[in-house]
Structure formats: C-alpha cells, structure tokens
C-alpha cells in the first residue's frame, strides 16, 4: 500500500492553550515529511471530521494521525473505515490535562507522543480480516437442563439453528426432581409450580432445534464457526459442525456419604435436601427409619459447604431450596415445628420477602455451628449446636427427619486431571504455569491443550469473571448455569440466555473476520513468517486460549478463529516472526527508537511506559481526567497485553538510551483477572529474562520495574510513576546515553 498520511491535529479541550500546536506541524512536516497537516479547533464536531473526510475522498490521503484526545472515546466520530490506517495520538488526558500548560517538558512529551504515532502509522498496514470456509453458525448446547434448554430456545428465536444434546434419556436436567420452585413472582410468599413441562415442550416444537437424548460426545476438533462434533448414540455415531458451543452440563450435589459427623449413612432418618425433594414428588413423605410420617423436621444449611474440609465456596441456592422445603411442611401442617440451622441465611434481592414469611410462619430459625445429631432416647432426633448468638450450647426439641442442605459441584469437577506433554530432550522447561484441566469426558476436545475446559479453583470452567462471566479460555465455548457457578433457578434461567447471546455474537464475529472479548471487532491476526521458526513451542505453550496447536514436527498450527489478538504469542517468541498489520515486535521497536533522548548533560531522563491497554492505559485516561500530574519524562506506548511484551523491546530501549522502563497491566490473581487470563503473569515471568539482558549490558535491575494494577487504582498512578522516576534519578543516566 503507498501511503499518503496527514496528520491533524485538534487545539481544543486545552490543548492548543497548553502546547505550541506550530511545533508539533514541524515534527509531522519536517522531521517525518508528511505532506498534509491541518490544525482545528474541535476535530470531533461535525466540522473537524467533515475536514478529514474531505482529504481522504479528495486530497488522497489514506493514513490518518489525529493528535487529539484519547483513543479510547471519539471512536464512532474518527471511524473512517477498515481500509484507512489511523492512530490517534493521545495530546488531551495523558498530556496537557496531566502536566503544566506551556511547559518544555510538557510540550517535549507531547512531540515524542506525535512522532511514535507517525512511526507507528507509519509501519501498520489495514487489516486484512481472516475469511474461513465452510462457515457454521449453528450452535452446540451440551445439557438439557433448564439453562441447556433456555440457551437453546432463545438461539433458536434469535434465528439460529441449534444441536442440542442430552446424556440422559430426556430433558429437564435437575428439574425432573422438583416438587415447586421458590417465588418468583410479587407478593414472593408463596411457592409456584414448575414450568418443566411447558419449557420442554416449547424446545421440542422449535423447528431449528435438533435434539439428541442419551448420548456422549465423542470428539470436537476445529474451532468457532469450525467445529466439528462427534457424537456416539447407541453404538452410532453422528457428525455436525457447529459455530460456537455452550456449556450447561450442570452440577450434581455433594456427596452426603462425606459428612458422617452429620449422622448421614449412620442414622437413617438424616436425609439430603434432594432425597426429601424426590419424596414431596412422589407424595410420599415418610421417615426413612419406620416408614411413619414427618410430624417434625430441622434442616441444617452449609450441610459441607463453605467448609474447607468439603466444599469451601457458598453454593448459592441451598438457603432458598431449604426455605422452599421448609414452606412444604408449613403448608402441609402449619403447626408443624421446623428448624432451621444456619451460618448466614443467603436469601438476597425477593426472596428476602420468602424468608421473612417464613418466619412468620412460625419456622424456628437458629443461627449456629451443629456439632451433632443424637438419638432422645424414643426414636426421634435432637440437633445440638453452638448458638451464634447466646455464645451457648442449644438443642432442637425431639425431630422426626433432619434435612442436610448439601451443595453444588460442576460436573466438570470430576475426572483425572490432564498431564501436559511432557518437554522432549533438547526442548526448552516451560516456565509457564499450566491450566488446571480435568478430563471431565463431557466436550473431549481436540486440542493441544486438553480435552476439556481449563477449570478454576474449584473445578468450575474458568470465565472471566469480572468483566465477561461467560467467556472461557476456549473461544466460541460458553459456560452457562450452575455448571459455571453456583445458582437458583432464575439466574440458571438468566445464564441461558445470556450465553446463547455469546454464542450468538461469536459466530456473527467469527463469520465477519473478527475477534470476540476483549478486543471486539479486531480484524487483524498473527502471521507467522515458518521459514524461521525453531519450534520451540513458546507461542503454543503461552497462548492463554488454545489458539495455536502443532504438526507432528511440532511446528505451529495456528486457529485464527481461536484467536483472541492478544499478542502473548509474539512477545513469546524468540525468532520474532510473529506479527499483526498493526502491531509487531519491528513496529513498536521503531516507535522506541522514535523517541527524542535528551543529552546526559540536559538532565531529562526518558522513562519508557509499557502500558496495557484494558487496564493501565485506561487509569492513565481517569487520571488526567481528574487532572492528577506526574512526572513528565514518561513516554506512553500502548500494548495490548504485557504478555505481547518481547524482550528486543527492554533492549532496544535501553541500547537507545532509555533511562528506566516501566511496564503497567493488570492484576492477575484470585482477586482480579488480566483480560488476557495469563498477560500480566507471563510478563511477570519473563522479567528474569530482563535481568539477564541487564547483566549483559552491565545496567542496574532497577532501570526495569513491572507495576500490576486495575483500572480503579488510577489514584496511585502519580506515586507510581513519581517514584520510579526519583529512583533513575538516583541510579544516574544510562551509560548508553548518546551511542
């Protein structure tokens, strides 16, 4: 492509006030010879696009350098299509709103931020989106329970085929169980029939969707709008392709043969919540021990949950199950004494209404620790405890059944955990924590990485969390229900759907040459240059998603529908031949040696800010925008993840003259989630290896520090960069300076 650039450059918002708008035309027309360069008061109005609208249509030019606000709003007004290379340099909130007007500092930092953007334009290329054949969007549901079958019915209205599988001989999941399901509708006081019978008979007339009842995924290989499923039902087997899959595989109760201390398996009239379900549905509520009927009942929540010798998470909907069970006997016989034991009664948002009727029902609530179940002496059974309250011992009156409100385990929390490839002799030790994968035999995928979902702590499939709960580490493969967490029925229901619109939106994206979260609608994708690759297995060992399988050589064989653009595969490699249209080891190398390195004599350190792009550049925007300052010796360049981080970068920098280089992402951790799963700890990880290229050119650890942040921590920005920039200071200038 022959590129014909103009830089613009807006004067609004403080901008023109703060710097000389004159110097910053010179280094665009003089030091990089760009041949259109215009200035204007307010780019984003309808004006200012107008202008640079114009000059593409007219004037030829067909990369674009707006020096305005930052990249991250605007984005509807500066779209001027896939084809158009356009930067945006970012001269409003990381420049004049976070450093003195009419500074030489202020206005040097804001120069070197022009001239990496020309560079950066310089060297990208539009995207040339990568076009699949043979393009599926149907879409796999695994489970047909109630978040199976809502998934699947609200693709299908949505206008999508779908393939839906059940491993039993029919659909309800769960729900075949249960006598009635917790309020749902106001006043929440009284409980409501199931709706099993409607929502199957719903699924089974949807035309798009097609069923198969009591089978086993054999095998899925490919990838999103790829997949090619396998699937074994009474010794024949099925193929379909699919676009994207959701996971609803369900979770089954814990086992109660676990919780001796509790009398379940040594008293016969200790029961779980499920077995006293299946008795109100068959109407038969009898106790177990003489077959008589229930004239009293106690119920003990956290039956194992939120216990670390069994289950140390909150199953979500025990508290309401018990609730429901206990309306059961008030309805049957409101006289009827009911115990509840409990740590926290968890009944949030309506059902909070169902909990305080219950006690105006009369149900006896007590909150404590249950250190036993005895036998009275006449056949019935006390329940001791340590009342939470009364800091004293407390014993129910003579019951006839106890019921243990046991909780939720994902059905993929079962199974041998997945063995990676074991490193050949001559193969580089990973360094690289491996996922947790459990051969749980529900999708048996075909990839590199394992034949399941990676799973977290708990052996539910992992998510990312915080930000997009129904994204995995699998792209086009959803989570949905209590297989992805712990929860009741309406979030069960809301789960559904909620995936079946990630399925929905993945194969729509996929079918575009576009990638899904984080960097939604991102056309371009890795290009690997093999003539000098070493197989050496960093790309697919660090991919966080399983993008990138291998040959029987152990070349790599990348799945761009897999991929999710984060660059953590050419930061891994050590050959660089891994790189995007717009982002590459070679481009971000050359905005470095962009930067304008003062003398040593001039006493103005460069600080070279590596600053991820969902989290760290994100608080550098929020701490301009509440005009918090910091030192100006700082150069911004923003990566996509620090997991693209290659480490020629820290060499170039410092062979520049560079004088610190601090790298900014996000947490990663129990506690917080980088958008890339692993960036931020790979970078962490690869930053030995920045020690070893500080010892070969004989320079201070310090220079290079890495700070994890989220984007809410934007008020510590000012420290942070403050004192990296005191302690260069004290190391002294790069001895590099100047070569």
């Not at 920005?717 to 590099?736: K, S, T």
Request: hydrophobic share 35%; charged share 25%.
């Amino acid at each position: 492509m022959e590129k014909k650039t103009g830089v613009y450059i807006c004067t609004g918002c403080g901008i023109g006030d703060a710097l000389e708008s004159a110097a910053l035309t010179k280094v665009a027309t003089g030091e990089y010879k760009v041949p259109v360069c215009k200035e204007h008061p307010f780019l984003c109005s309808a004006e200012g696009a107008a202008l640079i609208r114009t000059d593409l249509e007219e004037a030829g030019v067909n990369t674009i350098v707006i020096a305005a606000c930052s990249p991250r709003v605007m984005t509807d007004v500066f779209d001027f299509g896939a084809d158009t290379v356009m930067e945006r340099v970012n001269l409003r909130e990381q420049v004049v709103w976070s450093h003195p007007a009419n500074d030489e500092d202020t206005q040097m930092l804001a120069e070197d931020q022009l001239r990496m953007g020309l560079v950066k334009a310089r060297d990208a290329e539009p995207p040339e989106p990568f076009m699949a054949e043979d393009l599926s969007k149907r879409v796999l549901v695994v489970g047909g329970g109630l978040a199976g079958m809502t998934s699947a019915n609200e693709a299908a209205k949505a206008g999508y085929e779908v393939v839906l599988v059940e491993n039993s001989d029919r659909l309800g999941g769960y729900l075949k169980d249960v006598y009635k399901l917790p309020p749902s509708q106001p006043p929440y006081e009284e409980l409501q029939e199931s709706n099993l019978e409607a929502l199957t008979q719903e699924v089974n007339n949807q035309p798009a969707i097609k069923t198969y009842l009591g089978v086993q995924i054999e095998a899925i290989s490919g990838a999103p709008c790829m997949f090619d499923v396998r699937i074994r039902q009474n010794g024949q087997e099925a193929a379909e392709r699919v676009g994207a899959i959701v996971l609803a595989s369900g979770s089954v109760p814990y086992d109660p043969n676990k919780l001796l201390d509790l009398g379940y398996g040594k008293v016969p009239d200790v029961v779980t919540a499920a077995q006293l379900e299946a008795m109100f549905t068959t109407g038969k509520v009898t106790r177990p021990s003489n077959g008589q009927p229930v004239k009293s009942v106690a119920f003990i929540l956290c039956a194992g949950s939120r216990d670390p010798q069994h289950l140390p998470y909150c199953s979500a909907a025990c508290c309401v199950e018990s609730l429901k069970q206990a309306k059961y006997f008030k309805e049957t016989d409101g006289g009827m004494p009911v115990y509840v034991f409990y740590k926290d009664i968890r009944a949030s948002g309506n059902y909070e209404l169902f909990y305080k009727q219950l006690q105006k029902d009369g149900v006896f609530f007590v909150r404590g620790a249950v250190t036993a179940i005895e036998d009275d002496g006449s056949g019935g059974l006390t329940v001791l405890a340590d009342d939470e309250l009364t800091r004293s011992p407390i014993m129910s009156e003579s019951v006839d059944l106890v019921v243990l409100a046991t909780g939720m385990v994902p059905t993929t929390a079962f199974g041998e955990a997945f063995k990676a490839q074991a490193p050949k002799e001559g193969d580089e030790e990973s360094v690289v924590p491996s996922d947790t994968i459990l051969v749980s035999n529900i999708l048996n995928l075909q990839y590199r990485q394992g034949p399941e979902m990676p799973a977290l702590q708990y052996g539910f499939p992992d998510s990312h969390f915080i930000c997009f709960p129904y994204e995995s580490r699998r792209t086009g493969i959803y989570a949905a229900g209590s297989v992805r967490a712990p929860m009741d029925y309406a979030r069960c229901t809301e789960d559904g759907a909620g995936a079946a619109l990630k399925a929905i939106q993945c194969v729509e994206m996929v079918a575009q040459g576009r990638a899904v979260h984080p960097r939604v609608g991102d056309q371009t994708y890795p290009e690997f240059f093999m003539q000098r690759c070493t197989q050496c297995k960093r790309c697919t060992e660090e991919c966080p998603f399983g993008a990138i399988n291998e040959d029987e050589k152990a070349n790599p064989l990348p799945n761009p529908t897999r991929c999710r653009r984060c660059g953590v595969c050419m930061g891994a490699c050590p050959e660089r031949i891994i790189s995007f249209k717009n982002y590459s080891v070679a481009m971000v190398g050359n905005m470095i040696k962009g930067i304008n390195v003062p003398e040593e004599d001039e006493e103005k350190p460069r600080l070279l800010v590596l600053t991820c792009e969902n989290d760290a550049y994100p608080a550098l925007d929020l701490a301009g925008i509440r005009r918090l300052t910091y030192n100006p010796w700082v150069r911004f360049i923003q990566v996509r993840c620090l997991g693209s981080m290659n480490l020629v970068w820290i060499a170039d920098a410092l062979s520049k003259g560079i004088d610190g280089i601090l790298l900014l992402g996000c947490k990663h951790g129990d506690e917080y989630q980088c958008h890339f799963i692993k960036g931020s700890e790979l970078a962490n990880i690869r930053m030995t290896k920045v020690q070893e290229t500080l010892n070969r050119l004989v320079l201070e650890s310090d220079r290079v520090r890495l700070e994890q942040l989220s984007i809410a921590d934007y008020e510590r920005l000012p420290e942070i960069l403050d004192g990296f920039a005191d302690r260069v200071q004290e190391l002294g200038p790069n001895p590099y300076k100047g070569y």
